[in-house]
C-alpha cells in the first residue's frame, strides 16, 4: 500500500482512534493527535450544529500551535466522522463546515456515496469508509472511498460479526489500498497482529473511553477498567442496527441483557435526541476492555501503547 500523503511521516504508531458517539471531543482528540495517533470524533457530538466550526476552530488551533512550537514532532492529522444514514439531517451542513476548515479525513459510516467522497476530495482531502462485509468493501470503494475500515467481531458500538481473519482475508483479494482494522484491539501486541493479518492501521476506540479527556461519566469510565469481555452484550435494540454494550449498563436501565428483543432497523434514528439519549445511558464498549487496568490521559495511553508494539515487534522479528 502507498500511504496516503496526509498520513505519510506523520504517525507515531499505525493506530486511529475510533470516533465515540457522545464521548469524543476536542480534548480528546487534541491529545491524541499530539501524542501521534489520528484522533477521531463524531460531527453529530458538537450540539447544537453551530458548535461544530467552534470545535474545529479549536482542534485546528492547538494542533497548529503544537506543530510550530515542535517542527520535528508535528501532530498527527485528525478525523471527523459522518454518519451518512438519511437520519441524519444535519449531513448537508456539516459538510460545509467540514469544507471550510479543510478536514484531512472524514470517516463514513452507514451508507457510501459517491458526492460526499467527491466534496473531500475537492478540498485535498480523504475519506476512509468502515464496513462489516465485503458487500459493503466493495460498494465503498466503487464510490470512490479512498480507505477502507473493517469492523470485525469484538468492536465497540456499531460492530460486525466477521472474523478479522477472514474479512480481511477477503478484502485483500480485491483491494490493495489503506486497510484499518477495528475490533478488541487494545494492546501495543494488538496493533502488530492488525498489521500482520493484513491491515495497514489499528482502529481503537474503548480503550479511549477511559481516559482522563474523554467526555465520559466517571461510571462509565470506572465500568471499562473493570469490565472484561464477558461483560459486553450485542444488541440490535437500541439503535435499529446491531453493537456491543455494557452489559452492566443495561440492567441499570431496567433490561434483562440475556433477554434483548430485536429492534426494526427502519426505526434508526442517528441524528435525533433519541439517539444521543440511548448512547447516553446504555454505555458501548468493545471486548477488548480486559487489557484496561485504569483511567490515564491518553498520551500515557498511546505511550503504553508505542512501549507494548516494540515489545511485540522484538518478540516476532528477534
Known sequence: MAEPAILKGRLRLPVIGAPLFIISNPDLVIAQCKAGIVGS????????QSQLDEWLDQITSAL????????????????????????????????????????????????????????????????LH?????????????KGADGLIAVCAGAGGHAGVKSPFALIQEIREFYDGPLALSGAISTGGAVLAAQAMGADYAYIGSSFIATEEARAPQAYKQAIVEGASDDIVYSSLFTGVHGNYLRASIAAAGLDPDNLPESDPSKMDFGGESAKKAWKDIWGSGQGIGAIKGVTSAAAYVDRLAAEYAAAKRRVCG
Open 41 to 48: 470524533f463524531p460531527a453529530l457530538n458538537a450540539r447544537p
Open 64 to 127: 497548529d500551535s503544537h506543530n510550530k512550537a515542535n517542527p520535528d514532532r508535528p501532530a498527527a492529522p485528525y478525523a471527523v466522522n459522518q454518519i451518512v444514514h438519511r437520519s441524519n439531517t444535519r449531513l448537508e451542513q456539516d459538510m460545509e463546515t467540514c469544507a471550510r476548515y479543510r478536514v484531512p479525513l472524514v470517516i463514513t459510516s452507514l451508507g457510501a456515496r459517491v458526492e460526499l467522497n467527491d466534496a473531500v476530495h475537492a478540498w485535498g482531502g480523504i475519506t
Open 130 to 142: 468502515d464496513i462489516i462485509n465485503i458487500t459493503f468493501a466493495r460498494k465503498a470503494v466503487e
